[in-house]
């Protein structure tokens, strides 16, 4: 496509299920970013794939986020156990170039997951 | 690590009026400077960049300059429209490293 598509739209699940939110970025980006945007706050950044590796998950908040990415392509992001702090807007971006090169982030318009 | 310091919204002003968004940062290596742009309703859009000292980013009459001594990119609009409603992010990225961004400000114009 000619953009990040991500999926679903919107997420309402309850307090201890598992969810799966999936980013499609444009094709040959070769970086993939996973950002979350809680109400009213900044970006906080939760892992980055550079093909199918990922160099820095240092911003998954716990064991219950993890994330894959497959043919250096889709990705996907998997919380277990779902708390109501887990409630944001799951953002997903591409680069055509690796992270922290002046290759510009194209971003999908997000995932809104709702606990409750 | 990384960090990005912008100052805290909301930010109201008049059609007309002139903006500035300060930003500072603090990154490893020589990071490459972003603003991006959230309209109502819709996802994050790069507004401008700066990649080396002295740089200066523009686009839809916004600037900002990539001042090195002082650490800062500051955003700035000579005449404000109500479309330029939005929240501003800024953002920094040193090379092999993650794009850290700024908390945003948001900014509403009225007419």
């Known amino acids: 496509g000619a953009g990040v598509s991500q999926s679903p739209s919107n997420k309402v699940t309850e307090k201890g299920k598992d969810v799966e939110l999936r980013c499609d970025p444009i094709s040959g980006h070769t970086a993939l970013y996973w950002y979350r945007q809680s109400l009213g706050q900044g970006l906080e950044f939760l892992i980055y794939f550079q093909g199918n590796s990922a160099p820095d998950k240092s911003g998954l908040p716990s064991d219950r986020f993890s994330a894959e990415r497959t043919g250096g392509s889709v990705s996907t992001l998997t919380i277990q156990r779902t708390q109501q702090e887990d409630s944001a807007v799951y953002l997903c971006?591409?680069?055509?170039?690796?992270?922290?090169?002046?290759?510009?982030?194209?971003f999908g318009n997000g995932t809104r997951l709702t606990v409750t | 690590g990384d960090s990005v310091t912008q100052m805290e919204g909301p930010v109201t002003l008049s059609e007309e009026a002139f903006l500035t968004i300060n930003c500072t940062y603090t990154?490893?290596?020589?990071?490459?400077l972003f603003w991006y742009v959230q309209y109502p309703g819709e996802g994050l859009q790069l507004l401008l960049k700066?990649?080396?000292?002295?740089d200066k980013g523009s686009n839809k009459g916004f600037e900002a300059t990539y001042r090195k001594e002082t650490t800062s990119f500051h955003l700035e609009k000579g005449s404000v429209q109500v479309s330029d409603s939005a929240v501003y992010f800024c953002a920094a990225g040193a090379a092999g490293n993650k794009l850290t961004f700024g908390g945003g400000t948001r900014v509403l114009v009225k007419p």
């Open positions: 971006a591409s680069s055509l170039r690796r992270a922290g090169s002046n290759s510009p982030l194209h």
């Open positions: 700066a990649t080396k000292a002295d």
């Open positions: 990154a490893t290596g020589y990071p490459s």
